[in-house]
């Protein structure tokens, strides 16, 4: 359950944050401190929902680059 969580959350986070500042760098970066914040506090201790917040992360930027292009058409 926490692992398909981990592979959706933190690309909606970066969608979100994205759709709200319209830059795509402010939102990974936001969505990267909430992400530390959630492991310094203990909340994540396993690697691969570690790698699965990165690939969904990733996958999230990527996808905002394409929202925003579409955006500004």
């Known amino acids: 359950m926490w692992f398909l969580a ?3 959350i933190p690309c909606l986070l970066v969608l ?3 759709r ?3 830059n ?3 939102a990974l970066l936001l969505t990267i401190a909430l992400l530390v914040a ?3 506090k203990g909340y994540t201790d ?3 929902e570690i790698v699965a917040d990165i690939a969904s992360t990733i ?3 990527l996808w905002a680059g394409r929202m925003l ?5």
């Open 6 to 8: 981990a592979l959706i």
């Open 16 to 18: 979100l944050f994205t």
């Open 20 to 22: 709200v500042t319209y």
């Open 24 to 26: 795509r760098y402010i």
């Open 38 to 40: 959630s492991y310094v």
């Open 46 to 48: 396993e690697l691969h």
């Open 59 to 61: 996958t999230g930027f």
């Open 69 to 73: 292009n579409n955006l500004k058409k």
